[in-house]
C-alpha cells in the first residue's frame, strides 16, 4: 500500500540558510499534519492544511512557513536556520487516524 | 490543554518478561488514544488505538485498554522480544481549530529486551 513521501529524508544546513521539506500524502488523503521531533524529545505539532488551506497551527516559529498544493502535497520552509531547528521533522495524513511519513533529518550546523 | 503523561525509561527487561508502560491523560471531551512505537532511526509507526471508553486497542501481543475512570491507557505485553526494544509513545487526539484533530504525545518510554 502506498504511504507517506518525505523527502529530502536528510538534509545538512549551515546556520541562517534556508531549506525546504516536502511531504507527499497517501493518494485521496486530503490533510496534512507537520510534527517536529527534537532530540529524546516527543513530537510537537507545528501546522495543519485541510484542502490546500491551513487549518490549525500550533508552536510553529515566525521563520517556518508552509503551504499545501493542488495535488495534496505540502511544503515546509525554512529560513534564518538556527542550531535548535536540529530535528526530526515529520508529517502525517489521516482519514480516521494519522499515518506518519519516515521523516526528515535535518541538522543545523 | 490536553496532556499526556508517560512513564519514564528507560524500561528494561529480558526477553519473554511480561511488559507494562503506564500512559495517563488529561482532556476535555473524548478524545481517541494512541501508542505509537519508534525504532530507531525510523518514524513513528501505529501500534494500537481506542475510540471510546472501555475499547481496547491490540496489534502483535500489544493491548492497552481506554480508561475513562482512571484516565489511563497502559500499554500491555504478556511476553516481550529483543525485537520490541523501541520507544514507545502514548498519544491522544486533540480537537484543534477548524475541527481537525492533531495529536498529543508524550514524552515517550525507551524499552530495551535483553536475550
Known amino acids: 500500500a502506498a504511504g507517506v513521501i518525505q523527502s529530502p529524508r536528510h538534509l545538512i544546513k549551515e546556520k541562517r540558510e534556508t531549506a525546504t521539506l516536502k511531504c507527499y500524502p497517501i493518494p485521496r488523503h486530503d490533510t496534512v499534519y507537520w510534527y517536529q521531533q527534537g532530540p529524546g524529545q516527543d513530537p510537537q505539532f507545528l501546522i495543519s492544511?485541510?484542502?490546500?488551506?491551513?487549518?490549525d497551527k500550533g508552536s510553529i516559529p515566525d521563520r517556518f512557513s508552509a503551504q499545501q498544493f493542488s495535488d495534496y502535497h505540502s511544503e515546509l520552509n525554512m529560513s534564518s536556520l538556527e542550531l535548535g531547528d536540529s530535528a526530526l521533522y515529520f508529517c502525517?495524513?489521516?482519514?480516521?487516524?494519522?499515518?506518519f511519513g519516515p521523516g526528515t533529518r535535518l541538522t543545523v550546523l | 490543554g490536553n496532556s499526556v503523561t508517560q512513564m519514564e525509561g528507560p524500561v528494561t527487561l529480558s526477553e519473554e518478561a511480561f511488559l507494562t508502560i503506564n500512559c495517563t491523560y488529561t482532556?476535555?471531551?473524548?478524545?481517541?488514544l494512541f501508542w505509537y512505537v519508534q525504532y530507531p532511526g525510523e518514524g513513528l509507526q501505529l501500534l494500537l488505538k481506542?475510540?471510546?471508553?472501555?475499547d481496547k486497542g491490540s496489534n502483535k501481543g500489544f493491548e492497552a485498554t481506554y480508561r475513562k475512570e482512571t484516565t489511563s491507557f497502559h500499554l500491555e505485553k504478556g511476553s516481550v522480544q529483543v525485537s520490541d526494544s523501541a520507544v514507545y509513545f502514548c498519544?491522544?487526539?486533540?480537537?484543534?481549530?477548524?475541527?481537525?484533530?492533531?495529536?498529543?504525545f508524550g514524552t515517550g518510554t525507551r524499552l530495551l529486551v535483553s536475550p
Open positions: 482532556a476535555t471531551g473524548y478524545p481517541s
Open positions: 481506542a475510540t471510546k471508553a472501555d
Open positions: 492544511f485541510y484542502e490546500k488551506m491551513q487549518s
Open positions: 498519544a491522544l487526539s486533540d480537537l484543534g481549530r477548524g475541527g481537525f484533530q492533531k495529536l498529543v
Open positions: 502525517a495524513t489521516d482519514v480516521y487516524e494519522q499515518f
